[in-house]
Protein backbone atom coordinates (compact mmCIF):
# COMPACT_ATOMS: atom_id res chain seq x y z
CA UNK A 1 0.00 0.00 0.00
CA UNK A 2 1.41 3.25 -1.22
CA UNK A 3 2.39 5.40 2.30
CA UNK A 4 0.09 8.65 3.26
CA UNK A 5 3.08 11.68 2.16
CA UNK A 6 2.68 14.79 4.72
CA UNK A 7 4.29 17.87 2.70
CA UNK A 8 4.97 20.39 5.01
CA UNK A 9 4.68 23.55 2.13
CA UNK A 10 4.84 26.59 5.00
CA UNK A 11 8.17 27.26 4.01
CA UNK A 12 7.11 28.36 0.63
CA UNK A 13 7.29 32.41 0.64
CA UNK A 14 5.16 34.82 -0.90
CA UNK A 15 6.79 35.36 -3.99
CA UNK A 16 6.98 31.62 -4.27
CA UNK A 17 10.27 31.68 -5.92
CA UNK A 18 12.55 28.23 -6.62
CA UNK A 19 11.23 27.21 -3.50
CA UNK A 20 7.78 27.35 -4.60
CA UNK A 21 8.19 26.30 -8.44
CA UNK A 22 9.88 22.91 -6.38
CA UNK A 23 6.92 22.43 -4.57
CA UNK A 24 4.16 23.42 -7.05
CA UNK A 25 5.54 20.89 -9.40
CA UNK A 26 6.41 17.78 -6.79
CA UNK A 27 3.09 18.34 -5.60
CA UNK A 28 0.52 18.04 -8.63
CA UNK A 29 2.69 15.37 -10.41
CA UNK A 30 2.17 13.47 -7.27
CA UNK A 31 -0.93 13.78 -7.69
CA UNK A 32 -1.27 12.99 -10.89
CA UNK A 33 0.39 9.43 -10.34
CA UNK A 34 -2.27 8.97 -7.54
CA UNK A 35 -0.43 9.58 -4.24
CA UNK A 36 -1.92 9.40 -1.26
CA UNK A 37 -1.56 13.50 -0.05
CA UNK A 38 -1.55 15.68 2.65
CA UNK A 39 -0.16 19.72 2.58
CA UNK A 40 0.48 21.84 5.80
CA UNK A 41 0.61 25.60 4.43
CA UNK A 42 0.68 28.98 5.44
CA UNK A 43 -3.03 30.18 5.10
CA UNK A 44 -2.42 32.33 2.02
CA UNK A 45 -1.76 29.18 0.34
CA UNK A 46 -4.42 27.07 1.38
CA UNK A 47 -6.99 27.11 -1.59
CA UNK A 48 -3.64 27.27 -3.93
CA UNK A 49 -3.40 23.77 -2.38
CA UNK A 50 -6.74 22.32 -2.98
CA UNK A 51 -7.13 23.42 -6.24
CA UNK A 52 -3.45 22.02 -7.03
CA UNK A 53 -3.91 18.68 -5.37
CA UNK A 54 -7.98 18.50 -5.43
CA UNK A 55 -8.54 15.55 -3.01
CA UNK A 56 -5.46 15.72 -0.71
CA UNK A 57 -6.00 16.69 3.15
CA UNK A 58 -4.99 20.66 3.02
CA UNK A 59 -4.36 22.07 6.27
CA UNK A 60 -3.63 25.79 6.80
CA UNK A 61 -1.62 26.49 9.87
CA UNK A 62 -1.62 29.48 12.33
CA UNK A 63 -1.78 33.27 10.73
CA UNK A 64 1.45 33.74 12.07
CA UNK A 65 3.74 31.33 10.37
CA UNK A 66 4.45 34.35 8.00
CA UNK A 67 6.96 35.14 10.35
CA UNK A 68 9.79 32.81 10.17
CA UNK A 69 10.51 32.65 13.58
CA UNK A 70 7.22 31.36 14.47
CA UNK A 71 7.23 29.32 11.28
CA UNK A 72 10.28 27.42 12.79
CA UNK A 73 8.74 27.24 16.28
CA UNK A 74 5.56 25.53 14.85
CA UNK A 75 7.71 22.94 12.38
CA UNK A 76 8.91 21.65 15.73
CA UNK A 77 5.59 21.44 17.72
CA UNK A 78 2.71 21.85 15.61
CA UNK A 79 3.75 19.80 12.45
CA UNK A 80 3.88 16.13 14.12
CA UNK A 81 0.24 17.20 15.47
CA UNK A 82 -0.86 17.97 12.21
CA UNK A 83 0.91 14.35 10.64
CA UNK A 84 -1.01 12.34 13.34
CA UNK A 85 -4.17 14.44 12.32
CA UNK A 86 -4.11 13.34 8.89
CA UNK A 87 -2.78 10.29 9.93
CA UNK A 88 0.35 10.21 8.60
CA UNK A 89 3.11 7.61 7.40
CA UNK A 90 6.07 9.95 6.46
CA UNK A 91 6.55 13.55 6.29
CA UNK A 92 8.58 15.69 3.53
CA UNK A 93 10.55 19.02 4.28
CA UNK A 94 11.21 20.62 1.17
CA UNK A 95 13.69 22.73 2.85
CA UNK A 96 16.80 22.07 5.14
CA UNK A 97 14.82 22.22 8.45
CA UNK A 98 12.82 19.35 10.45
CA UNK A 99 10.81 18.47 13.88
CA UNK A 100 13.39 16.56 15.62
CA UNK A 101 10.95 15.00 18.20
CA UNK A 102 9.32 13.08 14.94
CA UNK A 103 7.92 9.81 15.71
CA UNK A 104 7.35 9.39 12.16
CA UNK A 105 9.56 8.56 8.99
CA UNK A 106 10.97 12.07 7.82
CA UNK A 107 12.67 12.71 4.51
CA UNK A 108 14.39 16.61 3.91
CA UNK A 109 15.06 17.66 0.63
CA UNK A 110 18.65 19.42 1.23
CA UNK A 111 18.61 22.13 -1.92
CA UNK A 112 22.98 22.48 -2.08
CA UNK A 113 25.39 23.30 0.53
CA UNK A 114 26.87 26.30 -0.99
CA UNK A 115 26.83 27.52 2.93
CA UNK A 116 29.58 25.86 3.77
CA UNK A 117 31.92 26.65 1.12
CA UNK A 118 30.58 30.60 0.40
CA UNK A 119 28.79 31.85 3.55
CA UNK A 120 26.86 34.54 3.38
CA UNK A 121 29.44 37.68 4.58
CA UNK A 122 26.13 40.00 5.54
CA UNK A 123 23.50 37.68 7.43
CA UNK A 124 25.96 35.55 9.88
CA UNK A 125 23.46 34.60 12.05
CA UNK A 126 20.94 33.17 9.06
CA UNK A 127 24.06 31.58 7.69
CA UNK A 128 25.04 29.66 11.03
CA UNK A 129 21.39 28.69 11.55
CA UNK A 130 20.81 27.43 8.46
CA UNK A 131 24.22 25.40 8.56
CA UNK A 132 22.91 23.95 12.04
CA UNK A 133 19.78 23.11 10.68
CA UNK A 134 21.22 21.24 7.72
CA UNK A 135 23.93 19.33 9.80
CA UNK A 136 20.99 18.39 12.05
CA UNK A 137 19.06 17.19 9.11
CA UNK A 138 21.53 15.05 7.62
CA UNK A 139 22.66 13.47 10.60
CA UNK A 140 18.91 12.70 11.85
CA UNK A 141 16.38 12.13 8.80
CA UNK A 142 15.48 9.16 7.99
CA UNK A 143 16.31 10.02 4.25
CA UNK A 144 17.80 13.27 2.40
CA UNK A 145 16.47 14.26 -1.09
CA UNK A 146 19.11 16.33 -3.13
CA UNK A 147 18.56 17.68 -6.81
CA UNK A 148 21.82 16.57 -8.33
CA UNK A 149 24.72 14.33 -8.17
CA UNK A 150 27.06 17.18 -7.07
CA UNK A 151 24.90 17.97 -4.07
CA UNK A 152 24.83 14.56 -3.31
CA UNK A 153 29.09 14.65 -3.12
CA UNK A 154 28.99 17.69 -1.44
CA UNK A 155 26.59 16.56 0.95
CA UNK A 156 29.05 13.58 2.11
CA UNK A 157 31.91 15.38 1.62
CA UNK A 158 31.31 18.49 3.51
CA UNK A 159 29.26 16.85 6.11
CA UNK A 160 30.15 13.22 6.39
CA UNK A 161 26.72 12.33 5.70
CA UNK A 162 25.70 8.59 4.30
CA UNK A 163 25.34 8.34 0.24
CA UNK A 164 23.03 5.54 1.27
CA UNK A 165 20.62 7.77 2.83
CA UNK A 166 20.67 10.43 0.06
CA UNK A 167 18.37 9.99 -3.21
CA UNK A 168 19.05 11.85 -6.26
CA UNK A 169 15.97 13.48 -7.66
CA UNK A 170 15.82 15.94 -10.39
CA UNK A 171 14.39 18.80 -10.69
CA UNK A 172 11.20 19.16 -13.50
CA UNK A 173 10.66 22.15 -15.69
CA UNK A 174 6.73 22.87 -15.99
CA UNK A 175 6.90 22.70 -20.25
CA UNK A 176 3.22 24.51 -20.30
CA UNK A 177 4.97 27.76 -18.38
CA UNK A 178 8.26 27.34 -19.81
CA UNK A 179 8.36 27.03 -23.69
CA UNK A 180 9.49 28.96 -26.23
CA UNK A 181 7.17 32.58 -26.15
CA UNK A 182 5.08 34.09 -29.50
CA UNK A 183 6.65 37.25 -30.37
CA UNK A 184 3.43 38.06 -28.65
CA UNK A 185 4.99 37.44 -25.22
CA UNK A 186 8.46 38.87 -26.10
CA UNK A 187 7.58 41.70 -27.46
CA UNK A 188 4.96 42.20 -24.14
CA UNK A 189 7.93 42.41 -21.56
CA UNK A 190 10.44 44.07 -23.77
CA UNK A 191 8.02 46.72 -23.32
CA UNK A 192 6.89 46.28 -19.39
CA UNK A 193 10.78 46.31 -19.23
CA UNK A 194 11.48 49.75 -21.23
CA UNK A 195 12.99 48.08 -23.86
CA UNK A 196 10.78 48.15 -26.47
CA UNK A 197 12.68 45.89 -29.06
CA UNK A 198 16.17 47.01 -27.77
CA UNK A 199 18.49 43.72 -27.33
CA UNK A 200 19.69 42.29 -24.28
CA UNK A 201 21.03 40.02 -21.93
CA UNK A 202 19.18 38.28 -18.85
CA UNK A 203 19.90 37.10 -15.52
CA UNK A 204 17.00 35.75 -13.38
CA UNK A 205 18.15 34.68 -9.34
CA UNK A 206 18.41 36.23 -6.05
CA UNK A 207 21.58 39.32 -5.44
CA UNK A 208 23.60 36.56 -3.56
CA UNK A 209 27.22 36.40 -3.49
CA UNK A 210 27.41 32.95 -4.74
CA UNK A 211 25.45 34.02 -7.78
CA UNK A 212 28.46 36.07 -9.02
CA UNK A 213 26.44 39.31 -10.02
CA UNK A 214 29.17 41.54 -9.61
CA UNK A 215 31.30 39.80 -11.92
CA UNK A 216 28.32 39.31 -14.78
CA UNK A 217 27.95 43.24 -14.69
CA UNK A 218 31.87 43.92 -15.27
CA UNK A 219 31.94 41.29 -17.82
CA UNK A 220 29.07 42.43 -19.66
CA UNK A 221 30.26 45.99 -19.30
CA UNK A 222 33.87 45.07 -21.20
CA UNK A 223 31.64 42.91 -23.44
CA UNK A 224 30.05 45.58 -24.37
CA UNK A 225 32.97 48.37 -24.60
CA UNK A 226 32.68 49.37 -28.68
CA UNK A 227 29.57 48.39 -29.11
CA UNK A 228 27.55 50.91 -31.09
CA UNK A 229 24.27 48.66 -30.21
CA UNK A 230 24.97 47.62 -26.75
CA UNK A 231 22.17 45.17 -25.41
CA UNK A 232 21.04 45.93 -22.03
CA UNK A 233 21.64 43.80 -18.81
CA UNK A 234 18.45 42.80 -17.49
CA UNK A 235 18.73 41.57 -13.96
CA UNK A 236 15.60 40.17 -12.95
CA UNK A 237 14.47 38.59 -9.56
CA UNK A 238 14.76 38.97 -5.68
CA UNK A 239 16.88 41.56 -4.02
CA UNK A 240 19.55 40.32 -2.16
CA UNK A 241 22.67 40.95 -0.04
CA UNK A 242 25.65 41.41 -2.02
CA UNK A 243 27.05 45.04 -1.52
CA UNK A 244 29.23 44.18 -4.56
CA UNK A 245 26.35 44.16 -6.48
CA UNK A 246 25.85 47.93 -5.96
CA UNK A 247 29.26 48.78 -6.23
CA UNK A 248 29.81 47.38 -10.10
CA UNK A 249 26.68 48.80 -10.91
CA UNK A 250 28.20 52.08 -9.85
CA UNK A 251 31.10 51.62 -12.46
CA UNK A 252 28.68 51.11 -15.38
CA UNK A 253 29.50 53.66 -18.43
CA UNK A 254 26.16 55.89 -18.75
CA UNK A 255 25.78 54.92 -22.27
CA UNK A 256 25.00 51.47 -21.00
CA UNK A 257 21.51 50.26 -19.76
CA UNK A 258 20.67 47.75 -16.61
CA UNK A 259 17.13 47.12 -15.83
CA UNK A 260 16.23 45.48 -12.91
CA UNK A 261 12.69 44.89 -12.79
CA UNK A 262 12.48 43.26 -9.44
CA UNK A 263 9.59 39.79 -9.37
CA UNK A 264 8.22 39.27 -13.00
CA UNK A 265 5.43 36.83 -13.23
CA UNK A 266 5.90 33.34 -14.11
CA UNK A 267 4.03 33.94 -17.42
CA UNK A 268 6.52 37.12 -18.08
CA UNK A 269 9.45 34.57 -17.43
CA UNK A 270 9.43 32.42 -20.62
CA UNK A 271 9.13 36.26 -22.89
CA UNK A 272 12.01 36.91 -20.76
CA UNK A 273 14.35 34.08 -21.31
CA UNK A 274 13.10 33.56 -24.77
CA UNK A 275 13.42 37.51 -25.98
CA UNK A 276 17.29 37.25 -24.21
CA UNK A 277 20.26 36.80 -26.44
CA UNK A 278 21.91 34.84 -23.97
CA UNK A 279 20.45 34.40 -20.67
CA UNK A 280 23.75 34.37 -18.40
CA UNK A 281 23.78 32.59 -14.99
CA UNK A 282 27.32 32.61 -14.15
CA UNK A 283 26.68 30.99 -10.20
CA UNK A 284 29.85 29.84 -8.72
CA UNK A 285 27.65 27.49 -6.62
CA UNK A 286 23.95 26.30 -7.32
CA UNK A 287 22.09 22.98 -5.60
CA UNK A 288 21.03 22.25 -9.03
CA UNK A 289 20.19 25.42 -11.09
CA UNK A 290 16.84 25.78 -11.65
CA UNK A 291 16.59 29.36 -13.56
CA UNK A 292 19.18 27.50 -16.17
CA UNK A 293 16.88 24.45 -17.13
CA UNK A 294 13.74 26.52 -17.54
CA UNK A 295 15.67 29.14 -19.59
CA UNK A 296 16.46 25.99 -22.14
CA UNK A 297 13.08 25.28 -21.74
CA UNK A 298 11.86 28.73 -23.54
CA UNK A 299 14.49 27.79 -25.83
CA UNK A 300 17.52 30.26 -25.20
CA UNK A 301 21.01 30.56 -25.45
CA UNK A 302 22.81 29.72 -21.77
CA UNK A 303 25.72 30.75 -20.66
CA UNK A 304 26.48 29.13 -17.49
CA UNK A 305 29.32 28.21 -15.14
CA UNK A 306 31.06 23.92 -15.13
CA UNK A 307 30.49 24.63 -11.07
CA UNK A 308 28.54 21.64 -9.34
CA UNK A 309 25.78 20.46 -11.00
CA UNK A 310 25.39 22.89 -13.73
CA UNK A 311 26.71 20.55 -16.65
CA UNK A 312 24.30 17.79 -14.76
CA UNK A 313 21.94 20.71 -16.29
CA UNK A 314 22.59 21.93 -18.84
CA UNK A 315 24.85 19.22 -20.85
CA UNK A 316 26.28 20.22 -23.63
CA UNK A 317 23.48 22.33 -24.79
CA UNK A 318 24.89 25.44 -23.06
CA UNK A 319 28.13 27.68 -23.18
CA UNK A 320 30.25 27.81 -20.47
CA UNK A 321 32.70 30.51 -18.79
CA UNK A 322 34.74 30.55 -15.70
CA UNK A 323 32.99 33.15 -13.02
CA UNK A 324 35.64 35.57 -13.96
CA UNK A 325 34.63 38.98 -15.36
CA UNK A 326 37.39 38.44 -18.21
CA UNK A 327 35.75 35.04 -19.49
CA UNK A 328 32.38 36.09 -18.78
CA UNK A 329 33.52 39.12 -21.53
CA UNK A 330 34.89 36.74 -23.76
CA UNK A 331 31.92 34.09 -23.70
CA UNK A 332 29.49 36.94 -24.45
CA UNK A 333 31.26 38.66 -27.32
CA UNK A 334 31.49 35.45 -28.54
CA UNK A 335 27.97 34.76 -28.27
CA UNK A 336 26.40 38.39 -29.25
CA UNK A 337 28.63 37.85 -32.34
CA UNK A 338 27.80 34.63 -33.75
CA UNK A 339 23.75 34.78 -33.86
CA UNK A 340 24.45 30.96 -35.69
CA UNK A 341 25.82 29.82 -32.83
CA UNK A 342 23.12 30.94 -30.70
CA UNK A 343 20.49 29.56 -32.33
CA UNK A 344 21.89 26.24 -32.32
CA UNK A 345 22.43 26.64 -28.47
CA UNK A 346 18.58 27.60 -28.40
CA UNK A 347 17.58 24.49 -30.19
CA UNK A 348 19.84 22.07 -28.61
CA UNK A 349 18.86 23.62 -25.12
CA UNK A 350 15.05 22.94 -26.08
CA UNK A 351 15.76 19.21 -26.91
CA UNK A 352 17.89 18.51 -23.72
CA UNK A 353 15.44 20.66 -21.43
CA UNK A 354 12.51 17.99 -22.03
CA UNK A 355 14.41 15.16 -20.52
CA UNK A 356 13.52 16.72 -17.46
CA UNK A 357 10.16 16.92 -16.09
CA UNK A 358 8.35 16.92 -12.63
CA UNK A 359 6.57 13.51 -13.48
CA UNK A 360 10.00 12.16 -13.05
CA UNK A 361 11.16 13.99 -10.19
CA UNK A 362 8.33 12.72 -8.63
CA UNK A 363 8.79 9.21 -9.36
CA UNK A 364 11.99 9.44 -7.41
CA UNK A 365 10.38 10.85 -4.11
CA UNK A 366 7.74 8.20 -4.22
CA UNK A 367 10.65 5.75 -4.03
CA UNK A 368 12.59 7.67 -1.59
CA UNK A 369 9.25 8.04 1.17
CA UNK A 370 8.82 4.18 0.28
CA UNK A 371 12.90 3.42 1.65
CA UNK A 372 12.42 5.84 4.18
CA UNK A 373 9.37 4.18 5.73
CA UNK A 374 10.72 0.53 4.69
CA UNK A 375 14.03 1.75 6.59
CA UNK A 376 11.85 3.31 9.61
CA UNK A 377 10.60 0.26 10.13
CA UNK A 378 13.06 -1.69 10.61
CA UNK A 379 15.02 0.32 12.83
CA UNK A 380 11.89 0.22 14.62
CA UNK A 381 11.61 -3.47 14.93
CA UNK A 382 13.18 -5.28 18.12
Request: proline share 8%.
Amino acid sequence: MAPRILLDATAVPADRGGLGRYVDGLLYALHTQGADLAVACQRADEKRYRDLVPGARVVAGPAALAHRATRLAWEQSGLPHVAERVGADVIHLPTYTMPVSAVLPTVVTIHDVTLFAEPEPHDPVRTSYVKSATRTAARRATRLIVPSRATRDELVRVLGADPAHIDVAYHGVDHEVFHRPSEAEIKQVSGRLGLHGRPYIAYLGALEPRKNVPNLIRGWVRACAGRPDAPALVLAGAGGWDDEVDAALATVPLDLRVVRPGYLPWPSLRGLFGGALVVALPSRGEGFGLPVLEAMSCGAPVLTTRRGPLPEVGGDAVAYTEPDPADIADALSSLIDDPARRADLAEAAQTRAREFSWSASAAAHMASYRRAVEQYAASHTH
